[in-house]
């Protein structure tokens, strides 16, 4: 089976930093697309950052030229680093990956379970 679990978020005041970090557990993986979203309270479920196997990312306006989205392919872990957070940035933050199970052959999308993050002073 497959999971991805999530580590990183908590309190932080504006200006600070947070990195986020998510594992996908399980053997006989390959991991495509991973992701950032983030979904604040009463709002939808936004994309944050995506970063593809061979490293190209792309990221929402909101969080350009603040937030590093990177990944270790060796250890199936994808990162956000943080930086001068916003009182805006406040949210749950979920990870997402696209991947390939090689025991049964599927490919579908995973989800982390969430990590909050607040920016508050």
């Known amino acids: 089976q497959v999971q991805l679990v999530e580590s990183g978020g908590g309190l932080v005041?504006?200006?600070?930093?947070?990195?986020?970090?998510?594992a996908a557990s399980g053997s006989s993986l390959i991991?495509?697309?991973?992701?950032?979203?983030?979904?604040?309270?009463?709002?939808?479920?936004?994309?944050?950052a995506r970063i593809s196997y061979d490293g190209n990312t792309n990221y929402a306006d909101s969080v350009k030229d603040r937030f590093t989205i990177s990944r270790d392919n060796a250890k199936n872990t994808v990162y956000l680093q943080m930086n001068n957070l916003k009182f805006e940035d406040t949210a749950v933050y979920y990870c997402n990956?696209?991947?390939?199970?090689?025991?049964?052959?599927?490919?579908?999308?995973?989800?982390?379970?969430g990590t909050q993050v607040t920016v508050s002073s």
């Open 13 to 22: 005041q504006p200006g600070g930093s947070l990195r986020l970090s998510c």
């Open 97 to 113: 990956a696209d991947i390939y199970y090689l025991p049964d052959t599927s490919r579908r999308s995973y989800w982390g379970q």
């Open 31 to 48: 991991i495509f697309n991973m992701a950032w979203y983030r979904q604040a309270p009463g709002k939808e479920r936004d994309l944050v």
